[in-house]
């Protein structure tokens, strides 16, 4: 079974600052989705950004980007020029590109808590 | 992206009652699923619901407790059978659906339930 660990538990960034979220992942497969997801406190899960593993360059929307290094089994989040409106739990999840028996749902890691100071 | 709407948004039940959400999308399609989210946990898959076919259970997760109809394509329901405080909980219904121009496979989630049993 699939595993996606996210090691800080909090982070805190200046208002217009950069950070960076962790997440790895363990999978024995070579053909995968990751996806980051952003939750604020009204809990609607909101999608921030999807990498598939086949592609080598790195997903972008706007102010957020990823690292994805797929041999290292890492899937970092940057957010640019951090908003007060950034502020959320976020959470990492991995998709198998397998059909079928049970492969279609997402695993999530435990999540983020950003902080952004004004 | 998708329009999910989930009832109720939230309720409060008795232990040993049975609650049913109801789950809309405003178009077809394939796969539904349902999650859990636990008091400051992350998200757990409960079961991938398909029309037309009985519904997959993840480990931990039984048809007995859980039971999910999806009588058409864009409607599903989930049943939390024979309540206990340990089931409080968000529960939150999402769909997979091609975004990008028809390229890529994204999966949305719907605003949730909050659920709390007495």
């Known amino acids: 079974a699939q595993t996606v660990t996210q090691s800080q538990p909090e982070m805190s960034v200046q208002e217009a600052e950069t950070v960076t979220l962790s997440c790895t992942y363990d999978?024995?497969?070579?053909?995968?989705?990751l996806f980051w997801y952003k939750q604020p406190p009204s809990r609607q899960m909101i999608l921030v950004i999807r990498?598939?593993?086949?592609?080598?360059q790195n997903a972008t929307e706007n102010r957020f980007s990823v690292n994805f290094q797929k041999a290292a089994k890492s899937f970092s989040l940057k957010i640019s020029d951090s908003q007060l409106g950034d502020a959320a739990m976020y959470f990492c999840?991995?998709?198998?590109?397998?059909?079928?028996?049970?492969?279609?749902?997402?695993?999530f890691g435990k999540g983020t808590h950003l902080i952004i100071q004004p | 992206s998708a329009v999910i709407s989930q009832k109720p948004s939230r309720d409060i039940c008795q232990r040993g009652t049975s609650l049913t959400i109801q789950c809309q999308v405003d178009?077809?399609?394939?796969?539904m699923f349902w999650y859990r989210q636990q008091p400051g946990q992350s998200l757990t898959l409960i079961a991938t619901?398909?029309?037309?076919?009985?519904?997959?259970?993840e480990s931990g997760f039984v048809i007995d407790k859980f039971p999910i109809s999806r009588p058409n394509l864009t409607f599903s329901t989930l049943t939390v059978s024979n309540m206990s405080p340990e089931d409080s909980s968000i529960y939150l219904c999402?769909?997979?659906?091609?975004?990008?121009?028809?390229?890529?496979?994204?999966?949305?989630f719907g605003p949730g339930t909050r659920l709390t049993v007495l």
């Open positions: 999978t024995s497969e070579s053909d995968y989705y």
């Open positions: 619901a398909n029309q037309g076919s009985e519904a997959t259970y």
């Open positions: 990498q598939e593993a086949y592609k080598q």
């Open positions: 999402s769909v997979r659906r091609l975004a990008g121009g028809g390229t890529t496979d994204t999966q949305y």
């Open positions: 999840a991995y998709r198998s590109a397998e059909a079928g028996g049970g492969a279609d749902g997402l695993t």
């Open positions: 178009s077809q399609v394939t796969m």
